[in-house]
């Protein structure tokens, strides 16, 4: 389905990609696609909210790899995340897929989330857009050019929004002040913010 993103659309600032990729899909090899509706960006040793921040390990040596591949982690011991790798080899920066509308694949992607309260929960947050997708941790590293691993990202030509949503980013202590956050206005699928976070910023 689809041919994927070229590797230098990910070469670039991830506050720059990262408000690109809303209406972007992505795509696995069973057919599931979601459109991008949620996004944030981290930006490495100048984020103190990066996973990048204190420079490379063995758990985020993929951020400081080459553009376009597949950072996965294991967040809160609960659920796994997904982000693109931006910018050139070793910046470590990228972006935070937070939020799809499934649209493809849409029985495979109910049955992937389990018994839910609705259909804005299939892919609304982080933890929730990599169960629908089947997304884990031998994920990391995938070539998102290539399709190396079955998934990847396309352009079906839905533009991203002229005027896209811009708040600080989610569930961080850190690096709270930036608007990093950037999602598709009006879209059910995009994650709900608690009060108790609304009143903080």
């Known amino acids: 389905m689809g ?55 063995q758990r985020n040596a993929t951020m400081f790899g080459p553009a376009g591949h ?7 011991g609960i659920h796994w995340c ?6 050139g080899v070793g910046e470590g920066v990228g972006v935070l897929l937070r939020a ?21 929960e299939l892919g609304s947050g982080p ?13 990391n590293g995938a070539d998102l050019v290539a399709r190396d691993h079955g998934i990847w990202l396309m352009d079906d030509g839905v533009p991203p929004p002229v005027t896209p949503a811009a708040t600080p980013r989610i569930g961080i202590s850190k690096g709270v002040e930036h608007p990093w956050r950037w999602h598709v206005p009006g879209n059910l699928h995009v994650s709900k913010v608690r009060a108790a976070y609304q009143r903080r910023t």
């Open 127 to 139: 933890g929730r857009l990599a169960q629908a997708l089947g997304i884990t941790g031998e994920l």
């Open 3 to 57: 041919v994927p993103l070229p590797r230098d659309f990910y070469q670039r600032d991830p506050r720059v990609v990262a408000p690109a990729l809303l209406n972007k899909l992505v795509v696995v090899a069973d057919g599931r696609a979601g459109r991008i509706v949620e996004v944030e960006a981290y930006c490495g040793a100048a984020d103190p909210a990066a996973h990048t921040y204190r420079g490379k390990t």
């Open 100 to 120: 799809i509308e499934p649209v493809q694949c849409v029985d495979a992607i109910r049955q992937a989330r389990g018994h839910l309260r609705g259909d804005r």
């Open 70 to 76: 597949l950072y996965v982690y294991f967040s809160y």
């Open 82 to 87: 997904a982000n693109t790798v931006c910018g």
